[in-house]
């Protein structure tokens, strides 16, 4: 699904990313680990073309993405923070782009689940950050691609809303597809992902499942052993 | 790309600030034509106004847009659209809006005069044009300060510098240059350098078309020779053109390689 070889990228003179190595497979939830200012947001941006890196390499479903802009049309991403034109309905949002990507009407379900009703038809800069995390996973839900990107998908979201959002998660897995997720919320990783991917100083640290984490870190449970990595590093 | 001038231009057209100087033209206009009582010397009274403001409203308006819409082009970049296509699509949107506020502001009040039935139609519609010209040339060089710089406030400082140099400081160095080098024949020097700045440029062009040379002097009546033919006319226009043309180029290839 993606192959990233090799990958650095520095801004200015902090090395963000210092020769990353990963294959993601087809399928399954895959959790991108690391402590602030690991590089996580850096590499998800990579793959997605807005950070281009200073030297490697990326594929996406087998094209290399400096080639073309095309691939981004199996990838549905989740921004970290959802900052939108203030001064723009989430009505008119929404269909701005479904009409920048491709008609859909999966919108109008994703639109009851998260009960966003009332809101449509206010300006995005009004609304709490809970509201607008939940317009964002509608725009990312709507379409039906092979490749789903979650920057943090749980900020601001009320605990009912999470159980949505998991359960989404799920039946998208459930279609075949494959989840990127980064996040801080260890329970959250803990129950929905399938493998787990830890970045430390630009680098992978390591790749497997959480009893293989566990196992390796000798830890009981998943928070700890996560905790135990940073602590032996850092320390 | 077009999709994305689409919605910046409607961005624009429902903010506030297009109405604010849409009003302001319009006002500017109908007050010059009430206080001169002639078109002539009502567009000669604009050029001056316009050879000033244009330029400053096109490099704030370009900065604060590119700053403002940050958030809508990380969004956008995450789509499947080519990077040059959304910022050139957003320069356009700037571009377009605020050169309507421009032709419709001047526009309705002159026609209203009579503008149609005026000898002053071509003076009048050199001035929109060489406005229009101005408007594309400065929001393209405030995109280009815009994306070279992160920081909003740096950005607006060399943006206000670079009107400032322009407007104001170029034109100070060329009479001292004149001044210090007096000795010399400095017609083609002067030509040259008039063909440098835009706005130079435009103002020349509209001035030699007022047949106003003569206040010019001797260096008018060589300016006149080359501007007031077809020969130069068409110069001056490739020149404004090239004035376009390389910011723009400069925003697409700057684009492809920023990261966001």
């Known amino acids: 699904m993606v192959i990233i070889e090799n990958v650095h990228k520095k801004f200015g003179k902090n090395q963000v990313l210092s020769g990353v190595d990963l294959t993601i497979s087809d399928g399954g939830i895959f959790a991108v680990l690391g402590p602030n200012g690991s590089g996580k947001t850096t590499l998800i941006k990579s793959i997605l073309g807005m950070v281009i890196p200073n030297k490697g390499n990326i594929t996406v479903l087998g094209e290399n993405i400096k080639q073309h802009s095309d691939y981004r049309h199996k990838i549905d991403y989740l921004p970290q923070i959802a900052n939108f034109p203030s001064n723009l309905r989430v009505k008119e949002l929404i269909k701005m782009i479904k009409d920048l990507r491709k008609p859909t009407h999966e919108d109008e379900r994703l639109i009851q689940l998260f009960k966003l009703e009332p809101f449509l038809d206010k300006k995005l800069g009004n609304l709490s950050g809970g509201t607008k995390q939940k317009v964002n996973l509608v725009l990312t839900f709507m379409f039906d691609s092979p490749l789903i990107i979650l920057d943090e998908p749980t900020t601001g979201l009320d605990p009912i809303s999470l159980i949505r959002l998991k359960g989404l998660i799920q039946a998208e897995k459930a279609k075949g597809k494959t989840i990127l997720i980064t996040s801080h919320i260890m329970s959250f990783v803990e129950e929905v992902s399938d493998e787990i991917v830890f970045i430390l100083e630009g680098k992978i640290y390591f790749k497997g499942s959480i009893s293989e984490l566990k196992t390796k870190t000798n830890q009981q449970d998943f928070e700890h052993a996560i905790a135990s990595i940073l602590t032996e590093n850092h320390a | ?260």
């Open chain 2, 1 to 260: 790309m077009l999709k994305i001038l689409k919605y910046s231009f409607y961005d624009l057209i429902r903010s506030r600030w297009s109405y604010v100087y849409f009003s302001f033209y319009l006002l500017l206009g109908s007050v010059l034509l009430f206080l001169n009582n002639d078109l002539s010397k009502a567009v000669i009274t604009l050029m001056n106004v316009i050879i000033v403001l244009v330029p400053l409203i096109g490099t704030i308006f370009g900065v604060m847009y590119y700053y403002n819409s940050k958030e809508f082009t990380e969004l956008l970049l995450a789509q499947p659209l080519k990077r040059s296509s959304i910022f050139l699509g957003q320069y356009l949107g700037v571009a377009i809006s605020l050169s309507m506020s421009l032709i419709l502001g001047l526009g309705i009040p002159f026609i209203f005069y009579g503008l149609f039935k005026s000898s002053a139609i071509w003076d009048f519609s050199l001035l929109l044009i060489t406005g229009t010209f101005l408007t594309l040339i400065f929001t393209a060089l405030a995109f280009n300060i815009a994306l070279s710089n992160e920081n909003k406030i740096k950005g607006f400082g060399y943006a206000i510098l670079l009107w400032l140099f322009l407007a104001i400081i170029y034109d100070g160095i060329f009479l001292m240059s004149l001044i210090l080098f007096e000795d010399y024949p400095l017609d083609k020097l002067s030509l040259v350098g008039t063909m440098l700045n835009p706005i130079d440029l435009s103002r020349t062009l509209i001035l030699l078309k007022l047949d106003i040379s003569a206040l010019l002097g001797y260096t008018g009546a060589i300016f006149k020779q080359f501007f007031g033919t077809s020969f130069g006319l068409i110069v001056s226009f490739i020149m404004l053109t090239a004035w376009v043309i390389l910011p723009v180029l400069r925003i697409v290839f700057k684009s492809k390689k920023k990261d966001f």
